[in-house]
């Protein structure tokens, strides 16, 4: 296996940014076309079929030319779930799964509790799946705009057996239904600016869709739509006092300044922020003041 790895590698070196990271790509491919574990690989020296190399070199030519990782692999893990994605739906990132264990964490308590969770621009699906899987005993909806995205969310509920969530398409500055009432609002919505979408990577600019990456002219679009729906659409959370912030957004540095100036024009919210593991502003917790 270390032939295959060392050449896969080489090759990678042109797309990764150091060895490390290529060899990294070149294990996850090689056991993506075997279906085997890196330690099946290791210690059964069996070699690739003539097919399998075949697949292998077909999909590092076309990771080389830049198509991401995770849509060759076509799976990611997301916490206790695996995500299927493919192009356009957006790719979910480690930063989106480090918040969502932060609020499941956070509504450990209500655990219990029949909540009702809207899950707004939900693409893949994955954010509303895994609270689902964590909240057994809460209901949650994801709405998109994007048909395909809720197709692919669809896909996932179904490959995770995940039957306490539902997904339609919606768009947000469009009204919505008075049923999709719910005790938490959750969101990562489209964040980018206009600037920053031009200087993106060319693996998101020239894959992901575009209308899930950027948020407007200056990236705020979808958030101030949110803060004006989100008072209509929060109920009471059952059995607990109003400390606990009932609307989660996830942000990027254009919202870092503009979000809380928003929040305090509006006047209906008070928010906390929670930072990322690489110290970044994160996610916007608010907390309704009706």
């Given amino acids: 296996m270390n032939d295959y790895i060392t050449t896969i590698a080489a090759k990678l070196l042109t797309i990764c940014e150091n060895p490390e990271y290529a060899q990294q790509e070149a294990w996850w491919l090689l056991q993506h076309i075997?279906?085997?574990?890196a330690t099946q690989l290791i210690t059964h020296h069996a070699p690739l079929t003539e097919q399998q190399y075949l697949a292998?070199?077909?999909?590092?030519?076309?990771?080389?030319?830049?198509?991401?990782?995770?849509?060759?692999?076509?799976?990611?893990?997301?916490?206790?779930?695996?995500i299927t994605v493919r192009p356009p739906i957006l790719i979910p990132r480690p930063e989106t799964e480090e918040?969502?264990?932060?609020?499941?964490?956070?509504?450990?308590?209500?655990?219990?509790?029949?909540?009702?969770?809207?899950?707004?621009?939900?693409?893949?699906?994955?954010?509303?799946?895994?609270?689902?899987?964590?909240?057994?005993?809460?209901?949650?909806?994801?709405i998109d705009k994007n048909p395909e995205a809720i197709a692919l969310a669809e896909e996932n509920k179904k490959n995770n057996n995940q039957k306490n969530v539902t997904f339609f398409c919606a768009d947000i500055c469009q009204p919505l239904p008075h049923s999709l009432q719910s005790h938490i609002i959750v969101s990562n919505p489209p964040y980018l600016s206009a600037e920053e979408y031009e200087i993106l990577e060319p693996s998101v600019k020239n894959w992901e869709d575009k209308d899930a990456l950027v948020g407007g002219h200056d990236g705020m679009l979808l958030y101030s739509t949110i803060l004006?729906?989100?008072?209509?659409?929060?109920?009471?959370?059952?059995?607990?006092?109003?400390?606990?912030?009932?609307?989660?957004?996830?942000?990027?540095?254009?919202?870092?300044?503009?979000?809380?100036?928003?929040?305090?024009?509006?006047?209906?919210?008070?928010?906390?922020?929670?930072?990322?593991?690489?110290?970044?502003?994160?996610?916007?917790?608010?907390?309704?003041?009706?």
């Fill in 34 to 37: 075997t279906n085997k574990t």
């Fill in 56 to 82: 292998l070199m077909d999909l590092v030519e076309q990771r080389i030319q830049g198509i991401p990782l995770q849509y060759l692999l076509q799976t990611v893990p997301f916490l206790d779930l695996t």
């Fill in 99 to 142: 918040w969502v264990h932060h609020l499941i964490t956070m509504l450990h308590p209500q655990a219990k509790s029949p909540l009702k969770i809207l899950d707004l621009c939900t693409g893949s699906g994955c954010i509303a799946l895994a609270l689902g899987r964590a909240l057994p005993n809460a209901t949650i909806v994801g």
């Fill in 228 to 290: 004006q729906i989100a008072p209509e659409l929060l109920l009471p959370l059952p059995n607990t006092d109003n400390h606990i912030p009932q609307v989660y957004l996830e942000i990027g540095p254009a919202q870092e300044h503009a979000l809380p100036k928003a929040i305090s024009q509006q006047n209906k919210f008070s928010h906390s922020i929670y930072k990322d593991i690489s110290g970044k502003d994160r996610l916007f917790q608010l907390i309704y003041k009706p």
